[in-house]
């Protein structure tokens, strides 16, 4: 490692960055893709069809990527399972509003 390269390291690391690397915008359809090294898709825990949040910060020339979170998805068996008699809601009495046949 040269010492201009040596520099760069202190400087990322004293901003808080733990990986650079740097990749080339390529054209892809109507928009630009640009390839996340192994090394940085590794650190985050991304892989081939993760969803990623993408951000873009003002004019500053900052985007930043950061995996989406998946949402479980509940059965209705595991919401009813939750219930108890002292998370149960009790019966409201709405009165008649109108001719309704309840």
């Known amino acids: 490692m040269n ?3 040596h520099l760069e390291n202190k400087i990322n690391q004293s901003k808080g960055v733990d990986y650079m690397s740097t ?4 054209k892809w359809g109507n928009s630009l ?3 996340i090294p192994k090394d940085a898709a590794d650190k985050i825990g991304i892989e081939q069809g993760s969803e ?3 951000k873009v910060i003002g004019n500053e020339g900052i ?3 950061k995996p ?4 479980k998805k509940y ?3 595991e919401l009813i399972s939750q219930i108890t008699p002292e998370n149960r809601h009790k019966e409201i009495n ?3 509003e109108g001719r309704e046949l309840i």
């Open 68 to 71: 989406k979170r998946i949402r």
């Open 94 to 96: 709405f009165g008649i």
């Open 63 to 65: 985007i930043t990527l």
């Open 52 to 54: 990623m949040e993408l």
């Open 33 to 35: 893709g640009i390839r």
């Open 3 to 5: 010492s201009k390269e």
């Open 23 to 26: 990749v080339v915008a390529q």
């Open 75 to 77: 059965t209705l068996e």
